[in-house]
């Protein structure tokens, strides 16, 4: 069982950035995928970006590319979403999720791990 918390989450004004930070308590090596979601009230999950670790490519949603970046530490078992030019509608609750292996990154029933998330608000 891989536990994973969150961090970073905040307030900021619309065009600032925040990074988010997620940390594993096992490897992230291990963890072929390893991706962040959010959530929005009144709204599903939805996918924001995911990271293939072993062969280091990213996948992001298109209304956060060339904004944000996924990044990832196995030195310190630590992913992180770095997010730039935030806008109001990136407000939600930000989630890291991992998994082995990924039919569809954007699919959440795809992660079996998850975290319990960090909000994040743009005004």
């Known amino acids: 069982h891989v536990q994973l918390v969150e961090s970073g989450g905040g307030s900021v004004q619309a065009g600032g950035s925040l990074r988010l930070s997620c940390v594993a308590s096992?490897?992230?090596?291990?963890?072929?995928?390893m991706g962040w979601f959010r959530q929005a009230p009144g709204r599903g999950r939805e996918a924001v970006a995911t990271?293939?670790?072993?062969?280091?490519?990213?996948y992001y949603s298109d209304f956060v590319k060339g904004r944000f970046t996924i990044d990832e530490d196995t030195s310190t078992n630590k992913l992180y979403l770095l997010m730039t030019n935030l806008k109001p509608e990136d407000s939600a609750m930000y989630f890291c999720a991992a998994s082995i292996s990924c039919e569809d990154w954007r699919d959440e029933n795809s992660y079996i791990y998850w975290g319990q998330g960090t909000q994040v608000t743009v005004s």
């Open positions: 096992t490897s992230i090596s291990s963890n072929h995928f």
């Open positions: 990271t293939y670790t072993h062969v280091n490519r990213q």
